[in-house]
């Protein structure tokens, strides 16, 4: 089982930046490089929904709301991958999903708060 930890979430005024970072401190190293990682986003009364994802490969997808403010990256010998969102607006506010996929296992972090408000 992969566990997957968030962090960097808060209370941001639009226009600037925050950095999530998602860690998988118990993965050994190897295993975590065999996962494509993404992060989800749900804000209050919507789906869940797709930000960004990344595949092992590095090849990179992103949102078309988010895009030219957000991008994803991972770093495999750390077992993180980040997310840096540039840019907020008050309708990023959200709680935003850490996931992990390979092949039919799929695992999610608990959430972290994303709140962007003056």
């Known amino acids: 089982q992969l566990r997957l930890v968030e962090s960097g979430g808060g209370l941001v005024q639009p226009g600037r930046s925050l950095r999530l970072s998602c860690a998988a401190p118990r993965a050994i190293t190897s295993v975590f490089n065999t996962y494509d990682m993404a992060w989800y986003r749900q804000a209050p009364g919507k789906q869940r929904e797709l930000v960004a994802s990344?595949?092992?490969?590095?090849?990179?997808n992103i949102a078309d709301s988010v895009k030219g403010r957000f991008t994803i990256s991972r770093d495999n010998s750390r077992k993180t991958v980040n997310l840096q969102m540039n840019s907020l607006e008050s309708e990023d506010t959200a709680v935003y999903y850490c996931?992990?996929?390979?092949?039919?296992?799929?695992?999610w972090g608990q959430g972290t708060q994303v709140t962007v408000s003056s």
């Open positions: 996931y992990a996929q390979r092949g039919s296992e799929n695992y």
């Open positions: 990344i595949t092992t490969s590095r090849q990179t």
